[in-house]
């Protein structure tokens, strides 16, 4: 499976931005997704992640109530929209696919795509 995200870009504090993740390779309407991200220096930090109807949607608590993960199964693409952006949110974000077991653990995930990164200004 091969992950390509976009969407990614700079964009002021309030602002919002939809990231995209289209998988090739395989379908993976059967596997949870997800996001994480990372800035220099720290480990990778979950995000979200949906399970494979959509019925399930997991946030961190920072981007509890501003961001929302949803995926079109037909379209073989997991999405993320990101609302009221502050300054902390600014990361390279990765898009994931497969988790084996926790899905909040990224070393759970089998694919990562190459990550997009997104700036907010303050």
């Known amino acids: 499976v091969q992950l390509q995200a976009s969407g990614g870009g700079l964009v002021q504090a309030g602002g919002s931005l939809r990231l995209s993740c289209a998988a090739s390779?395989?379908?993976?309407?059967?596997?949870?997704m997800g996001w994480f991200r990372q800035v220099p220096g720290k480990e990778r930090e979950f995000v979200a992640a949906?399970?494979?109807?959509?019925?399930?949607?997991h946030y961190t608590d920072s981007v509890e109530g501003r961001f929302t993960i949803s995926r079109d199964n037909a379209k073989n693409t997991v999405y993320l929209q990101m609302n009221s952006l502050k300054p902390e949110d600014t990361a390279v974000y990765f898009c994931?696919?497969?988790?084996?077991?926790?899905?909040?653990?990224?070393?759970?995930?089998?694919?990562w795509g190459q990550g997009t990164l997104v700036t907010v200004s303050s």
């Open positions: 994931v696919a497969e988790a084996r077991w926790d899905l909040y653990s990224a070393r759970a995930y089998q694919y």
């Open positions: 390779g395989r379908t993976v309407s059967s596997s949870v």
């Open positions: 949906i399970t494979p109807s959509g019925s399930r949607l």
